[in-house]
């Protein structure tokens, strides 16, 4: 059965940095796209960064240039790298894998950045 676990949230000031993993058990995340969305308290789900099966990658408008996604294939994890956190970037942080019938979340991590 797949799973997705995420780690790495917690709390950090405003500019400061925070880098989240994302472990795979019975998936290959190479094999399938992967994603990381967000939700904060009282607003939709969105997606902040997105890593395809091919490598392609792009990010939500109000991270790009702040946040990096990386995907190391050895270890069959997923990184987002948060850089410049800013206090609206507080939420749950997601971890997604999906493709070819599978379509897996993690149960998210927890980022707070106070100003």
């Known amino acids: 059965q797949a799973r997705l676990v995420e780690s790495g949230g917690g709390l950090v000031q405003a500019g400061g940095s925070l880098r989240l993993s994302c472990a795979a058990s019975?998936?290959?995340?190479?094999?399938?796209?992967i994603a990381w969305f967000r939700q904060a308290p009282g607003k939709q789900r969105e997606v902040v960064a997105i890593f395809s099966d091919t490598g392609f990658t792009n990010y939500g408008d109000s991270v790009k240039g702040r946040f990096t996604i990386s995907r190391d294939n050895a270890k069959n994890t997923v990184a987002l790298q948060m850089d410049s956190l800013k206090p609206e970037d507080t939420a749950v942080y997601y971890c997604?894998?999906?493709?070819?019938?599978?379509?897996?979340w993690g149960q998210g991590t927890q980022v707070t950045v106070s100003s």
């Open positions: 019975g998936i290959t995340f190479s094999s399938n796209h």
């Open positions: 997604r894998a999906w493709g070819r019938g599978t379509d897996v």
